[in-house]
């Protein structure tokens, strides 16, 4: 992991800056209300912010790339609409919430059930120079079916079971997680946290294989490569967020990715130790 000291020391500034701006703010931003009239009728709630993030291009990619995008959701008793950030900035805490359209099943102290679809944008092959002459992974739609637990008021785990609904190659994954949440202040809170990706065949071919007809046909002269389904990443993070007043929220996170077994080996992953960074703010309304 060559990259684990910069991700350490990225890690520690972010900690120390959010973690000044929380403690030096009035209490101003405790534990977010039920999100319920005094009636017991549901409310009406929203997100809307930015995120700057530096990662790699894909997994395994050695090109990395910096990009601005929107944070935002909205949610309404049971159902949400949300960018894949947007949804964890709607709570003061850091809980893992889908990206998309979700409707929580079930959902207690410590446990939840959601289903949710999702727009999954795929892989072009503009996206980076190795991937010229490689069939693009089509943009789908994934239905997915996540739960969590709370073993302690701060230990938790998580899992996530999507399927590509339209046919388009996209295959099956499987997601796993496992979160340590150290409140720091009343305003600020850090998440560590580690987790597992796992594929089905179809899924590993499109984003690890090397179809024979593309074999030597790009610019990168790749040799044919195929793969069966299974572990493809593990990955280590920190998020870190601070509740500046009632209603905006800064946030931040580096984490640390590396691709495994039969991902690792494909002619695509030229780096498979990766990181990431990112920040973000936004405003919310009405917890």
Known sequence: MTYLPRILRGLGGCTVLLWGLGAGLPALAEEAPPSVHADGSPKFNYVLGA???????????????????????????RFRLST????TLMGHGLEQ?????TAILTESDRFSLSASLRLDSGRKGSDSPLL?????????????????????PRWSVGAGLSQDILGRSGGAQLNTSVSYTLPVTQQTRV???????????????SRFGVPAVAGGAGVARLPAYELGGGLYSVDLGVDV????????????GVGVSQVQS?????????????????????????R
């Not at 967020?241 to 931040?252: E, P, S």
């Open 51 to 77: 995120i700057v993030g530096n990662s790699p291009d894909y997994a395994g990619s050695s090109e990395r790339s910096t990009h601005l995008r929107p944070a935002w959701a909205l949610e309404y008793g």
């Open 84 to 87: 894949s950030r947007g949804s």
């Open 97 to 101: 919430r889908e990206s998309g359209a």
């Open 132 to 152: 010229a002459g490689l069939p693009e992974v089509r943009s789908t739609v994934r239905a997915r079916l996540s739960a969590g637990y709370a073993i302690t």
């Open 191 to 205: 998440v560590f946290g580690a987790g597992a990706s796992f594929g089905d065949r179809t899924y590993m071919h």
């Open 241 to 252: 967020m601070t509740a500046l007043n009632r209603h905006w929220v800064l946030w931040g």
């Open 262 to 286: 039969d991902a690792r080996r494909s002619p695509l992953t030229v780096r498979p130790t990766g990181y990431s960074a990112s920040l973000g703010l936004a405003y919310r309304c009405c």
